[in-house]
């Protein structure tokens, strides 16, 4: 009897794969075969599964998102602190994140000219803002409205964007602690305005 394949699961073994593969070559100098060698199927397999290059870029992208939003976090006390140290686990500190970071920037490259995958981009940025917005909410014991909280995330993944994208153009000069250590300096004074209340965080 022929064994069973788990479309999804395969799905998600070639996405996996090209996040591999494009973090390290780029999306110019991922060739289809290498993500077939990297998931261990047939070039054939990939191209079951997928549309071409943009259709692999796109689950590479849906799969770094999953594991963004898939990420546990703590239950630690809700303070600043604590918000800090969870919004820093969306940068780059390791070499599997630095490697779905260069997945997401060359995402944001293709969806630049491209109305269908900016529609795609605008829905992972909304799912990651709902998120963090969340988050920034328990840190007032009187919750803050929901446009509040949305612009809080909204300027909170903006610096993250910002320390992402340095240390992405320039990782041997942006190691773990200095990215801290940035996005630190950017969110301590907001987000202690935001939880004190101040409207003009």
Request: proline letters at 4%; charged letters at 25%.
């Amino acid at each position: 009897m022929p064994k069973q394949v788990d479309v999804v699961e395969q799905r998600r073994t070639i996405a996996a794969a090209a996040v591999s593969v494009i973090g390290a070559a780029g999306i110019d100098g991922t060739r289809l075969r290498d993500v077939a060698a990297a998931a261990n199927v047939t070039t054939g397999a990939v191209t079951h599964y997928f549309d071409g290059k943009d259709a692999v870029l796109e689950a590479a992208l849906e799969e770094v998102v999953r594991r963004v939003l898939e990420r546990p976090e703590t239950d630690s006390p809700a303070d600043v602190r604590a918000c800090i140290d969870i919004s820093a686990s969306y940068l780059p500190l390791t070499a599997e994140s630095l490697g779905e970071w260069r997945v997401w920037l060359a995402f944001w490259a293709r969806a630049m000219t491209d109305e269908r995958l900016r529609a795609v981009h605008r829905r992972y940025y909304t799912a990651i803002v709902e998120r963090i917005a969340d988050r920034v909410s328990t840190l007032r014991t009187t919750p803050p409205t929901r446009a509040e909280a949305i612009a809080c995330a909204d300027a909170v993944l903006a610096a993250v964007d910002g320390v992402g994208c340095r240390t992405v153009l320039e990782p041997e000069v942006w190691p773990a602690e200095r990215q801290r250590q940035a996005l630190s300096m950017l969110l301590l004074p907001m987000l202690t305005a935001f939880a004190a209340g101040n409207q003009e965080f």
